[in-house]
């Protein structure tokens, strides 16, 4: 069974341009999360799509959008980049059973 | 809200010696779960255990072991006779099934080196 794939792995990016970061789920899961890990700040809940839909996002601006597509895959964008947004952005797919099973994650770099 | 401490910033063992990783959470929900990943230098979390509100029972996988305990809302994490493969960071995260939201909450992370 393939496991969540993420991509690019690595991004980088000039300050006020916009990233995209993809997110493929385990075949089956209809639930997609999204979390960033920056320096020092720890694992930060960013964004979670179930069945397509946006059903709850974490304490983070506007500029932090994404969306589900029907095959479930995820993309998140994050625009106008400032330099704090540089951080690891790791996505993990559940079946909705609080199971969750993470990517490599995009290690995305603002400069 | 839900809360997840994890005291213990670094730590730093030698080869073969035990080494225990500690977890407090807080959350007002009776029905939760909890959990331990570990991260590799390579960035990916990797899945460690998943442990349910209702089940007290210690676990032992391995090397390994888990001892939750409810009255002091704590999942700790045992690793004995550690390896240098078990270097990395270790993260204890909640999920709780309120108001229809399943995301995770984690600490902060422990940052374990096993020095040969």
């Known amino acids: 069974e393939a496991g969540v794939t993420q991509s690019p792995t690595h991004l980088i990016k000039t300050r006020g341009q916009q990233a995209t970061l993809r997110c493929s789920p385990i075949?089956?899961?209809?639930?997609v999360y999204w979390y960033q890990q920056a320096l020092g700040l720890g694992l930060q809940f960013l964004l979670w799509y179930d069945e397509g839909e946006e059903r709850n996002r974490g304490n983070f601006p506007p500029r932090f959008s994404g969306r589900q597509f029907p095959n479930y895959s995820s993309e998140l964008n994050v625009n106008a980049l400032e330099l704090e947004d540089s951080a690891l952005y790791l996505c993990?797919?559940?079946?909705?059973?609080?199971?969750?099973?993470f990517g490599s994650g995009t290690r995305l770099t603002v400069v | 809200a839900q809360k997840v401490t994890q005291a213990q910033t670094e730590i730093s063992v030698v080869e073969k010696e035990d080494v225990t990783l500690d977890c407090v959470y807080e959350?007002?929900?009776?029905?939760?779960?909890l959990f331990w990943y570990k991260q590799p230098p390579s960035g990916e979390l990797v899945f460690l255990i998943r442990r349910n509100s209702f089940d007290e029972q210690n676990e032992i996988s391995g090397r390994y072991s888990w001892n939750f305990q409810k009255s002091t809302s704590s999942f700790n994490f045992t690793i004995t006779a550690s390896q240098v493969v078990d270097s990395a960071v270790y993260f204890c995260a909640l999920s709780v099934r309120g108001a229809g939201s399943y995301q995770l909450t984690f600490g902060k992370g422990t940052k374990l080196s096993v020095i040969p």
């Open positions: 075949s089956g899961h209809t639930s």
């Open positions: 959350t007002r929900d009776t029905t939760y779960y």
């Open positions: 993990a797919s559940s079946p909705r059973t609080d199971s969750y099973t």
